[in-house]
């Protein structure tokens, strides 16, 4: 079974795309470790760098709105999973992208704007030393001097789709 939660990757942007999540010349690759290396090489933001640090610490990814817009393809979930993030929170995905993240056992949790936006101001406190833990329907972040839990809800089937492991093994479990 996945764990889910650890120190968290802000990309305080919308509209990051799958193409930047792992560029198009990368969808070739038909096994998942093959993309490892190239998670987030074309996303554009001051101050990220996709060769960062980030790369061997963080496993939670916090965003914006409309996060993996663009390509409906399975690659831009499976690079987020071999760099061990099984979990991004977002004030919204493309559906697509959304699902794809469920049927690989992976959360995509929704929040409301307002509560993205506070997470971000307590990330600027202690954004390197940020880290969350899921824990069913809550979602407990800390930081240097300090934390603070958000509710979260997800339908039942993604979450048992999430427990199985993912689409096949939810289906090999039941049919």
Not at 123 to 129: I, S, V
């Amino acid at each position: 079974m996945k764990t889910f939660g650890g120190p968290v990757l802000f990309l305080d942007r919308s509209d990051i795309n799958t193409d930047e999540i792992i560029p198009a010349k990368y969808l070739t690759e038909v096994k998942k470790e093959a993309l490892k290396p190239y998670l987030l090489e074309d996303l554009k933001m001051d101050g990220f760098n996709p060769a960062g640090s980030w790369r061997s610490s963080s496993r939670v990814v916090v965003t914006r709105s409309n996060f993996g817009c663009g390509s409906s393809r399975e690659h831009a979930p499976w690079a987020l999973e071999v760099n061990d993030i099984t979990c991004v929170i977002a004030v919204s995905y493309a559906r697509i992208f959304r699902q794809n993240m469920f049927n690989g056992g992976m959360l995509a949790i929704e929040l409301p704007e307002s509560t993205v936006n506070e997470i971000f101001e307590l990330g600027k406190n202690g954004a390197l030393g940020c880290a969350v833990e899921v824990d069913k329907s809550k979602l407990i972040f800390s930081w240097n001097g300090g934390s603070k839990e958000f509710d979260f809800s997800i339908s039942d089937f993604d979450r048992a789709l999430v427990k199985a492991g993912g689409w096949v093994e939810f289906a090999d479990a039941r049919y």
